[in-house]
């Protein structure tokens, strides 16, 4: 008997070793925020149009990548239906309220719908990532497709990220994904900055709270996994339809209670980055 140690070839060594991998950062941008939710129809793509435009209103400049390919929202939301213009090399951002917007959206037909397998889909990603002239960018913002697949594996393995912002509605299905998005993120050591309650209640005429979908769910799920809850954003008919169009609430009218909170809370967002 011997207890010495079988040696590992110098091969089986590399094996072994956890993978690590070279993310790249996106160039003309410092920090990199994606928002995300494993669910749909929660208000990722309201929250990441409206978080773009309060950075703006607090002095950062600010792109909006359009990480939906399936379905994209930003051409509606921000109102744009013009192309982007190639070099040949690089595609120019598409500037709208001061901020620089890319989107699968702006290169097809709204209408058309994209039936692309996963391989496509990581391509145009990394086209959105690394072709595209971003410039002397603070903050890009990504509004993130529904779910946990080819993209957010895409955007945590390759891409340098700085943050995820989890935005979930309160009910127990939306929860359900929101744990395996969160799952998801720590296992791809993706910081989460926190998570928001979005479409949390409902503010009668006599002002009166209603909880029409359950109450402080997203804030148990963030206690539960220890992350911070980042605060709660009422449901208002107002926000959709600034958002249907084509100018979201903070930029229609900043001074709108629910476009303080959206400022606020890109003030939470820009502190952690910029001292
Ligand atoms: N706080 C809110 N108040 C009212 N409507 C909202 C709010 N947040 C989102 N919505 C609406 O909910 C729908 C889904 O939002 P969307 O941002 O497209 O979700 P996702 O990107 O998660 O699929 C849209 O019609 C949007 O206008
Ligand atoms: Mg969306």
Redesign the pocket.
């Known amino acids: 008997m011997t207890d010495k140690k079988p040696e590992l070839s110098a091969a089986m060594k590399r094996k072994l070793q956890p993978k690590v991998f070279k993310k790249n950062p996106i160039i003309g941008t410092k920090f990199t925020i994606a928002?995300s939710?494993a669910?749909?129809?929660?208000?990722?793509?309201?929250?990441?149009?409206n978080l773009a435009l309060a950075l703006k209103q607090i002095g950062c400049k600010v792109g909006l990548l359009d990480a939906?390919i399936y379905?994209p929202?930003i051409p509606k939301?921000f109102g744009i239906k013009e192309k982007p213009k190639s070099d040949g090399q690089k595609l120019e951002p598409i500037l709208k309220y001061d901020i620089q917007c890319m989107s699968i959206g702006f290169l097809t037909d709204q209408e058309t719908p994209m039936i692309w397998r996963g391989p496509m889909v990581t391509s145009a990603i990394k086209t959105f990532t690394q072709k595209v002239n971003w410039k002397d960018l603070d903050f890009i913002i990504i509004?993130?497709?529904?779910g946990t697949g080819d993209t957010q594996l895409t955007f945590s393995q390759d891409i340098k990220m700085d943050g995820a912002i989890i935005?979930s509605t309160p009910q127990e299905v939306a929860l359900l994904d929101v744990k395996r998005g969160i799952k998801m993120f720590d296992k791809l050591g993706v910081k989460i900055l926190g998570l928001v309650d979005?479409?949390?209640y409902f503010l009668g005429d006599n002002g009166k709270k209603h909880n029409i979908f359950g109450e402080g769910g997203v804030k148990r799920t963030a206690e539960e996994f220890k992350k911070k809850f980042l605060g709660e954003?009422?449901?208002?008919?107002?926000?959709?339809?600034?958002?249907?169009d084509g100018m979201p609430i903070v930029e229609l009218d900043p001074n709108n209670k629910?476009s303080k909170i959206y400022i606020e809370l890109a003030s939470k967002v820009k502190s952690e980055f910029i001292k």
Do not use: E, L
């Open positions: 928002i939710s669910k749909g129809g929660v208000g990722k793509s309201t929250f990441a149009t939906d379905g929202s939301m509004d993130m497709p529904p935005v979005n479409m949390s954003i009422m449901i208002d008919p107002i926000v959709g339809k600034a958002a249907d629910i």
